[in-house]
């Protein structure tokens, strides 16, 4: 039974994930996700990625625990891997994170409901983060049961909000309610429909340049790993590429004459 759902909003692909009863997120559920984000970065005709819960008052709960204390089991036996299995192992979570942030196309989490540890580390790879103000736990408890956030909440929360709340917020497994989350600067906004937002906003990325977008994420997303020299250097020759696409030549002749470009 699938885990997830793909539903065409326009040119806006909502990713519902459930995976009843407890919307856990678990090594199946990982490559079901990273094989509808590859699929939606290939389709030409999305141009935003939305991830949402479909249960009701879930996002991505955690990653599921028994699965974790499985490979915990394993790794303390050294059990060498299964030499009948020649293939290589299935995209994991992550190869999801990862494939999130490299996507080329702005992905939106909204998070609709409970967002801990696996979750919280999905959300975190994503470009822009809505929340709901009926959120009430959204955050990192790893620490809790004797473990460490290991899907990407050592590095990408201290790049969100600074080292000194991630590492108060890391050490000592706390969650937060979304309104508590954005006043952090965790997510970018809390709302009553966290969805119905990001399928506005989703409407709006739409109907920009998608080779703008791509250039902006991907230089925006390396700024602070690299020197700025290199970034500065990165930008000049991107902008030179961009300026030769057809969707910013025709953006740029109809911003001609004098205009609020604000409200373009």
Do not use: W
């Amino acid at each position: 039974m699938p885990l997830l759902e793909t539903v065409d909003r326009g040119a806006v692909r909502v990713i519902t994930y459930a995976n009843p009863p407890f919307g856990t997120m678990t090594a199946a559920g990982s490559t079901e996700m990273f094989n509808a984000i590859v699929t939606a970065g290939e389709d030409q005709s999305v141009r935003v990625v939305i991830i949402t819960g479909g249960l009701p008052d879930i996002f991505i709960r955690h990653y599921d625990v028994g699965e974790l204390s499985d490979r915990a089991d394993t790794i303390q036996s050294g059990a060498p891997r299964d030499p009948s299995q020649s293939s290589p192992p299935p995209p994991g979570f992550h190869a999801l994170t990862d494939m999130i942030a490299a996507i080329e196309k702005p992905v939106i989490a909204a998070i609709n409901g409970l967002c801990m540890g696996g979750g919280f580390e999905l959300s975190l790879a994503c470009d822009l983060r809505i929340v709901g103000h009926a959120v009430t736990a959204i955050g990192l408890p790893e620490t809790r049961i004797g473990i460490f956030p290991g899907g990407g909440g050592t590095q990408r929360l201290p790049r969100i909000i600074g080292e000194a709340r991630a590492l108060e917020m890391i050490l000592r497994g706390l969650t937060v309610t979304g309104p508590r989350a954005h006043e952090m600067g965790i997510v970018h906004e809390v709302v009553a429909d966290p969805l119905a937002r990001a399928l506005e906003i989703g409407a709006e990325l739409s109907g920009r340049g998608a080779e703008g977008l791509a250039f902006a994420k991907r230089l925006t997303r390396a700024a602070l790993d690299r020197p700025l020299t290199d970034g500065l250097a990165d930008e000049r020759k991107s902008f030179g590429a961009v300026m030769r696409t057809a969707s910013a030549r025709e953006a740029l002749r109809a911003a001609r004459p004098p205009v609020e470009i604000q409200k373009v």
